[in-house]
């Protein structure tokens, strides 16, 4: 029987208070997985919690900013000490800022590529040496359709998402003989708070969006469960450095000629 069972597993989602993290670690945790994840603030952290409770998901919640790389070594021993090692990864925390690029600061685009680019290989970096003493692991990078496509406004998140595709692919060839394997979830247009500012009543990109995407819709965090969980299982153990879009189509699709 194929195995999508996690059962025994501990996973780490990080920024998973809400949105597509949550969304994953709930469909984890439905397979059997012990969950950890981590906000920014213990504010944020405790929504989390709260949140997973009432799912009656017996979560442990942590305070850490992925992009200091010191605290992410402190949250790995953490986790090791008062759950166990980890064995399925996913790098989920992220953000995106949308301005014109030739008005973008220096400092602006550093940002995101240190959130959505730098975190992702620190947080793998701080796993790995544990998953090889194990002699297996997951790690799902969260790449984006601008990990293959660009657009106005979003140069830095574009860079980082298509930085995260490659790097998935070297940690891939890197530790694929260690039992490791490291694949991308790349999400379409999906309704949570990072896309709210594109979703306003009567903003152009809503019907933009609906018209390049075959379903004709925007998708849900739910949407990303299945494929995150097949990523994560024994299911896909001979699947390494590939990138699943979970799309509606976007990418296959010219779009939908004006009428
Ligand atoms: P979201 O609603 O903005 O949630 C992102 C989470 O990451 C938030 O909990 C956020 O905390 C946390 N975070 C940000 N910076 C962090 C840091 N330095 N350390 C720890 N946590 C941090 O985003 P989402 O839409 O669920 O997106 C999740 C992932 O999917 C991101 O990587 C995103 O780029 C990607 N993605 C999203 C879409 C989409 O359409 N929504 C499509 C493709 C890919 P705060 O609330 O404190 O900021
Ligand atoms: C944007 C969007 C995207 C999505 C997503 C697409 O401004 O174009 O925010 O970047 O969030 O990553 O897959």
Known sequence: MVNFSLEGKIALVTGASYGIGFAIAS???EAGAEIVFNDLTPELTEKGLAAY????????GYVCDVTKENEVKALVEEIEKEVAPI????????IIQRIPMHEMTAQEFRQVIDVDLNAPF???????????RK??????NICSMMSELGRETVSAYAAAK???KMLTRNIA????AYNIQCNGLGPGYIATP????????GHPFNSFILAKTPAARWGTPEDLAGPALFLASDASNFVNGHILYVDGGILAYIGKQPQ
């Open 173 to 176: 060839s890197e530790y694929g």
């Open 122 to 132: 620190i947080v793998a970096k701080t796993v790995i040496p544990s998953m090889m």
């Open 27 to 29: 469909a984890f945790a």
């Open 135 to 140: 002699g297996h692991g997951k790690i799902i």
């Open 87 to 94: 064995d399925i990864l996913v790098n989920n925390a992220g």
């Open 53 to 60: 409770q009432s799912k009656g998901i017996p979560a442990h």
């Open 162 to 164: 298509g930085g995260l």
């Open 194 to 201: 990072q896309t709210a500012p594109l979703r306003t009543e």
